[in-house]
């Protein structure tokens, strides 16, 4: 607008400098008409002042003005090229800022993605931690725990004229040590549900309770063992106290991410106002992208870690789920016959209870009456004797070669017996029951005469 007001201005003035020069041309004329019709000698003296007066000022202005015009149109032409770079200049640094805006956009968008996908990646990685930690407890920390002793060799115990606590000294399975000897005593280790059981023999002594009666054949024995620990409340409380923790952590780190993020909307919204930023205001911009794509690689490099974390915790729990499920399983029950009695016989013979109920990993065999321990572990074997109406009634119990046990009633019309082990064995070690000469023992359909045995945990 000044410009062009600076033009009309100097057209104006070029116009009255061109006004100026006719007047003064009209006014020679007139000089001439006066020099008609006035004296010669006031012509002559009118024209000469005239000249003298008018001429000299008249071209001097115009010249000046001419001057004023040529710098005036140097002046607009050298401000009409500033104009123009200037102009491809902005135009080039909106192009440059809106590229700009437009990748900060786009770093802050996957910037945003890359810290979901962190998230997600350290929420599953630790609730893969925690379960990895629960299985191991799990598998580490379940204590075992089994006894099994025999009370004497000293025969009979009792009466006395007071109770008293009985130190069943002759001790064959302790794994744990939770039993002492020396007291009598079982003190729980752990917090849990155990299975107790006692045999009691009374040999000829009136009354079981008040007296009884133990050997080196081991007719009155004290066993137990841990069925399972409870834990699990434990864990859960502590599962509950590492989420809560992380939980805080999360929120500490949420809050900081929504600070982080407004800060990058605010900034967003003052380039939105910077259209005619200089060179300083863009090197800021791309002192941000690089500052921006530097966090984006060290989330990249964050979320590969975490990844390459989570498959190898993801194949540690694989793993651990698998060795549970691959833990051995042994269990089997068995009665003797349907045929009724059984002896007495002239010579010790082994027992074969052909009835086979359940026989998880076929460690029994009907054919040859022997439990074969698959693998080394502690094992629980229970068996129960019936007499029904024969005088005596017995059985021996066999670790391969070695006599573990040897239980018998000698009465009229005996009745019933049952007893319980805990023993420890090697893979290939053999148990089976016999029958001890002149002995005998009944079964039918009901099953009164059974043999039972389990595997309570591998070693």
Not at 154 to 160: K, Q, W
Not at 175 to 197: C, D, E, L, M, R
Not at 259 to 269: F, I
Not at 349 to 359: A, G, M, Q
């Amino acid at each position: 607008m000044r410009v062009a007001g600076l033009l009309l201005l100097l057209l104006g003035l070029c116009g009255s400098g061109a006004q100026g020069e006719d007047g003064g041309l009209g006014e020679v004329g007139e000089i001439s008409q006066f020099q008609k019709t006035a004296p010669r000698d006031a012509v002559e003296e009118s024209t000469e002042q005239t000249t003298k007066q008018t001429t000299p000022d008249i071209w001097v202005e115009v010249r000046a003005l001419r001057d004023m015009v040529v710098e005036l149109k140097v002046h607009v032409q050298l401000l009409q090229r500033e104009n123009s770079v200037q102009a491809t200049e902005l135009v080039s640094l909106g192009t440059r800022l809106t590229a700009t805006e437009s990748k900060t956009s786009d770093l802050e968008k996957k910037n945003a993605d890359l810290q979901t996908r962190l998230s997600s990646s350290e929420s599953e990685l630790l609730v893969s931690k925690s379960r990895i930690d629960q299985l191991e407890r799990g598998n580490a920390e379940k204590p075992k725990v089994a006894f099994y002793t025999a009370l004497t060799n000293a025969g009979r115990v009792g009466p006395h004229n007071t109770d008293i606590t009985l130190k069943y000294s002759k001790v064959f399975t302790n794994i744990g040590n939770a039993y002492n000897p020396a007291t009598g005593f079982f003190t729980a280790p752990v917090k849990g549900v155990y299975s107790f059981q006692f045999t009691v023999s009374g040999h000829n002594i009136d009354n079981i309770g008040f007296g009884l009666y133990d050997d080196v054949n081991n007719h009155s024995t004290f066993s137990g063992f841990l069925l399972f620990p409870l834990v699990h409340v434990q864990l859960l409380q502590r599962e509950n106290s590492v989420q809560a923790t992380e939980l805080v952590s999360l929120g500490t780190r949420l809050t900081a991410t929504e600070s982080k993020t407004s800060d990058l909307e605010k900034k967003n919204a003052d380039l939105q106002t910077r259209l005619s930023s200089s060179e300083s205001e863009l090197l800021v911009s791309k002192s941000r992208i690089d500052q921006l794509e530097r966090g984006n690689a060290d989330l990249q490099t964050r979320l590969s870690s975490s990844e390459s974390e989570l498959l190898i915790s993801k194949s540690r729990i694989d793993q651990l789920e698998r060795g549970n499920a691959e833990k051995p399983k042994v269990a089997f029950y068995t009665a003797l016959t349907n045929a009724g009695r059984v002896g007495p016989y002239n010579t010790d013979i082994t027992l074969k209870y052909s009835k086979v109920f359940t026989n998880i990993g076929n460690a029994y065999n009907p054919a040859t009456g022997f439990f074969i321990a698959p693998v080394k572990g502690v094992y629980s074997l229970q068996f129960t004797v019936s007499g029904h109406n024969i005088d005596n009634i017995g059985i021996i119990m066999y670790k391969n070669n070695q006599r573990i046990m040897y239980n018998a009633e000698w009465k009229k019309n005996a009745g019933y017996f049952t007893n319980a082990l805990v023993l420890e064995l090697i893979a290939g070690d053999e148990i089976h029951l016999d029958l001890p000469l002149g002995f005998g023992l009944y079964d039918d359909g009901d099953n009164h005469s059974t043999f039972s045995g389990f595997l309570l945990f591998p070693l």
